[in-house]
């Protein structure tokens, strides 16, 4: 099955850190740009992070830039997302998707995971 | 950075009813605009990309317009499924999502 599951979450203190984790299944991940979307409680959605499929490239949202690191391992099938210096406003569901084309730069998002849930609060 | 507003942000319809929503871009971002649809507790669904373009398994009364800095999703006749929010996201650079509008029962 063709599926992306998110795990890491949980509730962290404020200035705390977190790694997530993203494991791909069902489909060729190495050739796949990927990418970390969030949404606050009750609200829109956020684009985070995006790392093309040999890690050539990184691109992050100004409010996670020098907080926030993508990588990815594709001997693992996996996507990590490494959070540092955690605010209460970092509090969300993180999810991971991928790009649909495959070895596009940028792209539409057509496979996500179902999220994971950071707690930022003390 | 390209900065995305959706308009309504709450649209009240009827099953059967034509919606459209709109999406404005505050730099031309070409046709690289797709489209999501969300429900409560679950992740996106790609309806659209490329503006106009509709994923594979996507109802046909989904359809995208647009190019530039103004866009529009319109469901044709709404069905029972299609209470939701919606989202248009940039892929010009970076990508950038709308705020979100809500489709719900008048």
């Known amino acids: 099955e063709v599926q992306l599951v998110e795990s890491g979450g949980g509730l962290v203190k404020p200035g705390g850190s977190l790694r997530l984790s993203c494991a791909a299944s069902?489909?060729?991940?190495?050739?796949?740009?990927m990418n970390w979307v969030r949404q606050a409680p009750g609200k829109g959605l956020e684009w985070v992070s995006s790392?093309?499929?040999?890690?050539?490239?990184?691109l992050e949202a100004d409010s996670v830039k020098g907080r926030f690191t993508v990588s990815r391992d594709n001997t693992k099938n996996s996507l990590y997302l490494q959070m540092n210096s955690l605010r209460a406003e970092d509090t969300a569901v993180y999810f991971c998707?991928?790009?649909?084309?495959?070895?596009?730069?940028?792209?539409?998002?057509?496979?996500w995971g179902q999220g994971t849930m950071v707690t930022v609060s003390s | 950075d390209i900065q995305m507003s959706q308009s309504p942000s709450t649209l009240s319809a009827s099953v059967g009813d034509r919606v459209t929503i709109t999406c404005r871009a505050s730099?031309?971002?070409?046709?690289?605009l797709a489209w999501y649809q969300q429900k409560p507790g679950r992740a996106p669904k790609l309806l659209i990309y490329?503006?106009?373009s509709l994923e594979s398994g996507v109802p046909s009364r989904f359809s995208g317009s647009g190019s530039g800095t103004e866009f529009t999703l319109t469901i044709s006749s709404l069905q029972p499924d299609d209470f939701a929010t919606y989202y248009c996201?940039?892929?010009?650079?970076?990508?950038?999502f709308g705020q979100g509008t809500k489709v719900e029962m008048k």
């Open positions: 790392i093309s499929s040999s890690s050539s490239y990184v």
């Open positions: 069902g489909f060729t991940f190495r050739s796949y740009s």
């Open positions: 996201q940039q892929y010009h650079s970076y990508g950038t």
């Open positions: 730099q031309s971002v070409g046709s690289w």
């Open positions: 998707a991928r790009d649909r084309i495959v070895g596009a730069t940028l792209e539409a998002f057509d496979l």
């Open positions: 490329k503006a106009s």
